[in-house]
């Protein structure tokens, strides 16, 4: 998987902290996506520092064959704004997954019982 980092507004000791600490968090991002191949997967890793609210905003951009997922958090910290995002990134790929299964496909909640009386009940008053 290609992996590429981004920072804008951020101290070199910020910025080596951000390296550090989402290189320690795509694992978990990588083992989910042993379907694909090397080469088909891009993340694209990027913290923004906005100096007005001394906040944190992390942003993970991952480009699949069949998708492309993003998600982004807002934090006063930089572990908790990336771990917010990595929890919505790794969310999104599963559902994605369930999706390529076809485990998401629509299904009723209502048991068949309830959905024959229903059936009747309409032809009745026809």
Not at 4 to 28: G, M, R, W
Not at 29 to 37: E, H, N, Q
Not at 89 to 113: P, S
Request: hydrophobic share 40%.
């Amino acid at each position: 998987m290609e992996i590429t980092y981004f920072h804008k507004n951020v101290s070199e000791a910020e910025e080596k902290f951000f390296l550090q600490y989402s290189e320690s968090k795509i694992d978990a991002i990588l083992s989910l996506l042993t379907k694909f191949s090397d080469d088909a997967k891009i993340l694209k890793v990027s913290l923004e520092k906005f100096e007005k609210h001394d906040a944190f905003e992390a942003e993970l951009f991952l480009a699949l064959p069949s998708k492309t997922l993003i998600a982004r958090e807002a934090s006063h910290s930089i572990t908790k704004a990336v771990d917010l995002a990595k929890d919505r990134l790794v969310t999104q790929i599963k559902k994605h997954l369930a999706t390529l299964r076809k485990e998401r496909a629509h299904k009723t909640i209502r048991r068949d019982e309830e959905l024959v009386k229903e059936k009747a009940y309409l032809q009745s008053l026809k």
